[in-house]
């Protein structure tokens, strides 16, 4: 199987008494609790955090876009890519991904994964979130009623755009352009692999299906909260007549590993509480804007107990912020590298997951114990799992980038430069 | 109450329903935020003086074809449309909301189409310095509270009949909002204030006095750009949907002022 590692880059010093003096950790959430100088730090020691984890061995590394939200600080996630296309040499580069309607014109998506694809020597995996209704609606204005039209045909665009050799005219029902002609193109042949980011609709399971993307289910709650919504992929799946292939799948988990279970809690229940605690503080006005949810979607979770239990703004409001519940419903997995292990084999395995997508690092946690924690998994949890599936079934959605040796080896700088 | 008449009319291909009580001068109503779920106490006190006709907006409870409607443009055709087929033509006109913001701008837009206009609570206009409440990010449960002065008032109206399927209901409910975010999103401005200077017709502007949407200026916003002769009326213990808070009142404002 393949093991990603995922950073959010949550804003680490959100105050102790946030959750009681702001209503939201997203869209209004106070700018002056901002300080650019820590930003920096914080910036940098992300980049590292992510660098390291590439040098670990990780097969991936992850970022995402999110904006004026306290607990993702890269409303550009392509940004962050581009450096680490520069610092890094075989890791798989995921960026999940940008929200196709927020950008204007969409070819914009096709040309920057493009550069992203060429810097990096072809090591990209593009991620097409719709994105969620905070990011998308309420921080950038769309509407939410023509959010998803708006989505699916910036997607036809681009991939219009990487595929086809010569220049053409696009007249969307949303956008208009006379020439369009992607100059850079990717260098994976036809496209870099698409994951999309989903929540439970079985809109986008079908949709996944159709165009043999993979579907990654992004909760913040665990392996648990996530198994219903996993199965109802699969018995879809099934349905429509697609393999098992557990690399049509991601789904993302919160870990962490020390060298005891008492050790582990020490360690991880302060960064566990603080991001369930102040970074999911999110006010429920902007849960659910209307049209968002399409009315397939709304029906689904009158009738189903799948589509119910993929509601997120249901599970935000049951939300658990003390760590022992934390544990018990399982949002983070924390214990002995054995014990992670074997919990994490048996959670890909019930939940047929080809693509495991860590956070490892989380909450308010420092550089320090986010690269402890990603050496041990690197060293002792990773062994015991990169076997599976992979007798079993090929990775059709994995990079492929140019040999090794045909690629660019970044220059040095100088000792001199930094004095 | 007896039920009003019933028939159905197309636009752009989908059906929208038009109900219909009431003697004398014709006079069409076009909902507010929620839109009309059932003939209420407002539409029957009107039709003890009017005839009056009251077509659904496409997306609106009893309307359909809102997701063909993209841009402001689209809207407008379709509101000509419909007060078209409703046989809506020259005759007084009665908007509420965001039914207000596409009746003043059919009035703009076709001088001949509308004779009088009442323009109840009407949105479609934005000031910066006043920001309209944003009535699209509210905790659950927060919006009746938000659009009347007695909740009540609005539970009562949008409540799914005992007939109705509840799942149904909802969907009517929340497919409602869309269609009105569809149009007024994000921050409820159809630039309808570079149109409401082509308003020549009579207009009576009616505020709720205890409306937590619209500021009380909004109002005097709407006066100043119509060129019309204009009248601003203040209904006491009203929100922002005068006609489910003060149903009679505002029959009686309408029959006698306009």
New interface residues.
Partial sequence: MKLLWFHLMPYTELPDDFREQNPSVWVDIDSKLFDPARAHHMYNDFMDELEYASQCGFDGICVNEHHSNGYGLMPSPNLIASTLARRTADTALCVMGNSLALYNPPTRVAEEFAMLDCISGGRLIAGFPVGSPMDT??AF??????LRPRYHEAHDLIMKAWTEPEPFAFNG??NQQRYVNIWPRPIQDPHPPIWIPGGGSVDTWQWCAERDYVYSYLSYFGYKMGRATVHGFWNEMDRLGKDRNPYRAGFLQFVGVAETQQQAIELYKEPAEYFYGRCLHV????A????YTT?AT??AR??SQVAKAADRSAERANLSIQFEEILEKGYVIVGTPDEVAARLREVAVDLNIGHLMLLLQFGNMGKELAMSNTKLFAEEVMPQLTDLFDDDWEDHWWPSPMPRQQRAVPGTLTEAFWQ | MNAPAVRSVEVNGFACRVWEKGDGEPIGVLAGIGGFQRWTPFLEALSQSRRVVVPSLPGFPGGEGHEVLDTQLDWLLATHDLLTAADLTGTDLVGVSVGAALAADAAACWPALVNRLALVSPLGIFDEDEPITDVFAQRPGALPALLCHDPANFEVATAPSKDDDPTEGQIIAVRAHEAAARLLWPVLDTRLARRLPRIGHRTLIVAGANDQVLPASYSDKFAALIPGPTEIVHVTDAGHLVDLDAPEVLAATIVERL
């Fill in positions: 609606c309420y204005g769309q509407n939410p009623s023509l029902r949303f006010d429920p006005r902007f659910n804007p209307p049209g009315e709304l029906r009158v009738e």
